[in-house]
């Protein structure tokens, strides 16, 4: 009997939702079962083929609920400082968010509340939103700098990132904005604050370990093909990977750009053509869609679902959640939202939210349950896996585990 496998965690009886079909389904095991060992998944399969002789140290009767993949935020800026619910105010009544933006409000004004806040007071108002994601069932999000501007408010954004994800037990992803936003004192200086957030933020950020990914915001009101260009080159130059902001507002051709460095994703999509479609698709830059943005701006023009869908270009969800144009506290709602707005199925919805979301990251170990995963999972009040994206609101989640342990920070 010295073979029969030992686990730590058994869990049994679970409707088993892997996203690990290459034919894009949900990837169902009616009666499923599933062995953890140090953090990992070691064991999946029929409840009924669980070798003879399996000891566990814990077991979780699932009762025949629904197990999934840990949800994955793979987009969102949730450190800052303030609220921009006076913005909304404006916008109801009429003003747009470039006339917000172009005004001196929008990003400028979570960048002076930002730069105003010291680490203790941006975590604690952080940490209630990362919270409400939490309670979603998400156990990876990624956070992005992008309200400092300057070297030590990013600097200090990105540690608040590090600090949320200690604290709460779940990984996080850092992903460095320094082109965001120009900050006033370079006004009348757009590439002297492309020069320093390339010769010297991101070096700085980079060296103290506090950049997984860089980002940017290719626009007309934000920074431009050839500036992030500089940026690109030098976050190769680091050996860091690099994502985009891209045709959220207007077509800059930055999904072309973003898939010409190997990018990992090109986010928002709205106004892409299909020359882009066909640059993330030979690049397999995944499109991360955000109708929490698409919404709060009630834009109209939708991303090219079919045209990504047909060139087989991955899709993920998120919530974007940010001050400004996604105030979204709920991953869950931003994959009902890409099915009632954007078209998707509930199984697209759902990969969107976990295998394409890992692969968004850069993220092989996670997104989809198979032996050698991490064992993020979640057991939820629900009995089909597109209930997932069809309930509108609420509180779904029975049970977390992050790498195979019950989550604390609730
Ligand atoms: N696009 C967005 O939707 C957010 N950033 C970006 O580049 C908006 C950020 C904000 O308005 O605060
Ligand atoms: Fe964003």
């Known amino acids: ?52 002789g399996t000891h566990a140290e814990r077991v979780l009767d699932a009762h025949g609920r629904l197990l999934t993949p840990g949800l994955i935020d793979c987009h969102t800026h949730l450190v800052f400082g303030g609220v921009r619910a006076d913005e909304f105010e404006m916008r109801l009544e009429g003003a747009s ?9 929008g990003i400028a004004s979570s960048v002076a509340a930002t730069r105003a806040a010291d680490e203790d007071s941006l975590f604690a108002s952080a940490l209630p939103r990362a919270r409400s994601l939490l309670h979603d ?58 020069s320093e957030v390339c010769e010297r ?8 370990g506090l950049v997984d990914a860089v980002d940017a915001f290719c626009e007309n009101i934000a920074f431009s093909p050839a500036q992030i260009r500089r940026l690109f080159e030098q976050a190769r130059a680091l050996q860091l990977p690099v994502k985009l902001h891209a045709e959220q507002l207007s077509n ?62 991955p899709m993920a969800v998120a919530t974007d959640l940010n001050p400004g144009t996604s105030p979204l506290l709920s991953l869950r709602l931003a994959a009902n939202m890409a099915c009632t707005l954007f078209g998707l199925t509930p199984a697209e919805a759902l990969r969107g939210v976990t295998a394409h979301a890992a692969r968004a990251l850069g993220l092989d170990d996670r997104g989809r349950l198979r032996a050698g995963m991490r064992a993020d999972m979640v057991l939820w009040n629900a009995h089909t896996p597109a209930e997932l994206c069809y309930w509108v609101g609420g509180n779904l989640v029975e049970q977390v585990l992050v790498a195979g342990a019950t989550r604390n920070g609730y």
Request: hydrophobic letters at 45%; one cysteine or more; charged letters at 25%.
């Open 1 to 52: 009997m010295s073979d029969a496998p030992r686990f730590d965690l058994l869990l049994t009886h679970a409707r088993i939702v892997s996203l690990d079909d290459p034919e894009g389904g949900y990837g169902e095991i009616a009666d499923g079962a599933i062995g953890c060992r140090d953090g990992r998944i070691a064991w999946l399969g029929r409840h009924d083929a669980l070798p003879a």
């Open 97 to 105: 968010y470039q006339d917000i933006a172009r005004a001196g409000g």
């Open 137 to 194: 069932g998400v156990t990876t999000i990624e956070i992005k700098s992008g309200y400092g501007l300057d070297l030590d408010s990013e600097r200090r954004m990105l540690r608040v990132a590090r600090r949320l994800g200690e604290h709460l037990g779940i990984s996080v992803r850092t992903s460095f904005l320094g082109l965001h936003a120009l900050p006033t004192e370079f006004a009348d200086d757009r590439d002297g604050y492309v």
């Open 201 to 208: 933020m991101l070096p700085a950020l980079a060296a103290e």
């Open 252 to 313: 800059q051709h930055g999904a072309a750009l973003v898939a010409e460095f190997d990018g990992l994703s090109a986010d928002h999509l709205e106004y892409l053509d299909e020359a882009g479609v066909a640059s993330m698709a030979r690049a397999g830059t995944v499109a991360v869609l955000l109708p929490g943005a698409f919404y709060a701006l009630r834009e109209t023009r939708r991303p090219p679902i079919v045209a990504l869908r047909d060139k087989g270009v």
